[in-house]
């Protein structure tokens, strides 16, 4: 399969947002399914292309996955400080797993990465139960941070993600 990493543009947006809700969706990810609060951001690329750089993976003529690069901190980054850029909301469309689609998107986002002046790593949350994720992250030389891990939802304790820094 050709793939092809680039910026999205705007008519794959809604593609991009459901390929990311479907994604969080199946794998279990939101507490309360189909009315959880989360549904919207995911979906909202949009809003996300605004404020961050926002990455698709295309093959066969179709968008197969997609991922926000914050390069340097901004209203998208989560965990970022000074001098490190960010991942966040990688997915990829069920039927497109397996195939290399997620470690490509994480690779463009490191090289995009060391091409930003002054960033020195790159940092991510996921969640715990994320594993295929975690497999990406840690063979392309991710290292856990768990001084890091933080819950973005106080209220609800039994949400803490889990961080990881690669450095450049």
């Known amino acids: 399969m050709d793939l092809t990493i680039r910026p999205a543009v705007p008519q794959e947006y809604g593609t991009l947002g459901e390929i990311t809700a479907q994604a969080y969706l199946r794998d279990g990810l939101l507490d309360s399914g189909e009315s959880d609060p989360y549904l919207g951001v995911l979906r909202n690329v949009a809003g996300r292309a605004a404020a961050a750089e926002v990455l698709v993976a295309v093959g066969d003529g179709a968008v197969l996955g997609g991922v926000t690069f914050v390069p340097a901190g901004g209203p998208m980054a989560d965990i970022a400080r000074a001098g490190e850029a960010e991942i966040r909301m990688l997915a990829v469309a069920h039927g497109a797993r397996g195939r290399g689609v997620g470690e490509a998107l994480v690779r463009a986002c490191v090289d995009r990465a060391r091409s ?49 820094e690669l450095t450049l």
Not at 137 to 152: A, C, I, K, M, V
């Open 116 to 164: 930003v002046g002054g960033c020195a790593s790159v940092v991510l949350s996921t969640q715990r139960t994320m594993r295929a994720a975690h497999r990406i992250y840690e063979r392309l030389g991710f290292r856990r941070t768990p001084q890091r891990d933080w819950n973005p939802l106080p209220e609800l304790d039994d949400i803490t993600l889990i961080t990881y």
